[in-house]
């Protein structure tokens, strides 16, 4: 069974740093691309960064230069390392990957960036 469990998010002020994890079981982890999505309140679900199987990184534009995408591959687990933190920023956000084609989603962690 597939499992995808996030954690590391919080109540950060402006400018901070947060840093999430999302522990994946179930999977061949080291051969999948990894995703981080956001969510805001009455916004759909964005994309936020991947990492894919070799270490390659995109980001999206609203997070470059903020936010870096890594992978530990002996720990199975996919970080989101979030810095100079805006209020914008605040959502819940979910790692994916596809599993036979279906995307496969954690819970998400709340990520709130207010003074």
């Known amino acids: 069974q597939v499992q995808l469990v996030e954690s590391g998010g919080g109540l950060v002020q402006p400018g901070g740093s947060l840093r999430l994890s999302c522990a994946a079981s179930?999977?061949?982890?080291?051969?999948?691309?990894m995703k981080w999505y956001c969510q805001a309140p009455g916004k759909e679900r964005e994309f936020v960064a991947v990492?894919?199987?070799?270490?390659?990184?995109n980001y999206a534009d609203s997070v470059k230069g903020r936010f870096t995408i890594s992978r530990d591959n002996a720990k199975n687990t996919v970080y989101l390392e979030m810095n100079s933190l805006k209020p914008e920023d605040t959502a819940v956000y979910y790692c994916?990957?596809?599993?036979?084609?279906?995307?496969?989603w954690g819970q998400g962690t709340q990520v709130t960036v207010s003074s």
């Open positions: 994916t990957t596809f599993v036979a084609g279906t995307a496969k």
């Open positions: 179930g999977i061949i982890f080291n051969m999948k691309d």
């Open positions: 990492i894919t199987s070799r270490g390659t990184t």
